[in-house]
Nanobody, 125 residues
Framework: QVQLVESGGGLVQAGDSLRLSCATS????????MGWFRQAPGKEREVVAQITWSGSVTYYTDSVKGRFNIARDNAKNTIYLQMNSVKPEDTAVYYCAATLYSSTWPIPKTGFGSWGQGTQVTVSS
């Protein structure tokens, strides 16, 4: 079972940048599809971005396109979420997730079997 640990969250102002990291252990990282999700208070967990095992294909939800970038470093067993021009509506707990296999793209949250504990991102206006 792969373990995931997020870091990099914090309190920032609107328009700032932030980079989240998700370090993994206990699995063959280079084989995993990886994703970032977020959950705001009172709302369902939603997809933010996903990346294939090779890093050649990415997916972004519409609200973050052009502002966020997902990347992976297979040598460091880590994925990143670069968040630029953040907005108050980006405030949420951000989770990374991993799965070895999926028949659909993007992968629904139910398709991910391993999750991190989350990191809080708060954007003030």
């Amino acid at each position: 079972q792969v373990q995931l640990v997020e870091s990099g969250g914090g309190l920032v102002q609107a328009g700032d940048s932030l980079r989240l990291s998700c370090a993994t252990s206990g699995g063959t990282f280079s084989r995993f599809f990886m994703g970032w999700f977020r959950q705001a208070p009172g709302k369902e967990r939603e997809v933010v971005a996903q990346i294939t095992w090779s890093g050649s294909v990415t997916y972004y939800t519409d609200s973050v396109k052009g502002r966020f970038n997902i990347a992976r470093d297979n040598a460091k067993n880590t994925i990143y979420l670069q968040m630029n021009s953040v907005k108050p509506e980006d405030t949420a707990v951000y989770y990374c997730a991993a799965t070895l296999y999926s028949s659909t793209w993007p992968i629904p949250k139910t398709g991910f079997g391993s999750w991190g504990q989350g990191t809080q991102v708060t954007v003030s206006s």
